[in-house]
């Protein structure tokens, strides 16, 4: 639920969508959206940091590496735990999202695997 609070107080009560709506502005600058679903259980794991891996910042500039690390990570995700759930995997942006997709479609080890970019 998000209510609109009327002063510039802080409440330690307060949610934190109420929050987001107050700093925007409240109702009158701003829609609220409102969507009942369903929260369903999450585990977040990382991949292993045993420093063999690129570093972030060449990542950053070599797409080409960039993409077939994201997907080995997702490859061994999926062997690690196989039909025990599902990856979501964030990438800087749509023609990253578009590369991991298409060397995740040329990978045998990917063949009866779903992908939805998002």
Do not use: H, W
Not at 14 to 32: D, H, I, P, Q, W
Not at 33 to 40: E, H, I, N, V
Not at 100 to 109: D, G, M
């Amino acid at each position: 639920d998000v209510d609109e609070k009327t002063d510039d107080s802080t409440n330690e009560n307060e949610s934190t969508g109420a929050k987001l709506l107050r700093v925007l502005g409240g109702k009158e600058n701003c829609n609220v959206l409102r969507s009942d679903g369903r929260q369903y259980p999450i585990t977040i794991k990382y991949a292993a940091d045993d420093r063999t891996g690129p570093f972030l910042s060449v990542l950053r500039r070599d797409t080409k590496l960039l993409v077939s690390t994201m997907a080995d990570a997702i490859e061994d995700g999926l062997s690690k735990a196989p039909n025990q759930g599902d990856i979501l995997a964030f990438l800087p942006g749509a023609k990253e999202i578009r590369r991991v997709v298409n060397e995740i479609k040329s990978r045998a080890a990917f063949r009866d695997v779903d992908v939805f970019p998002l």
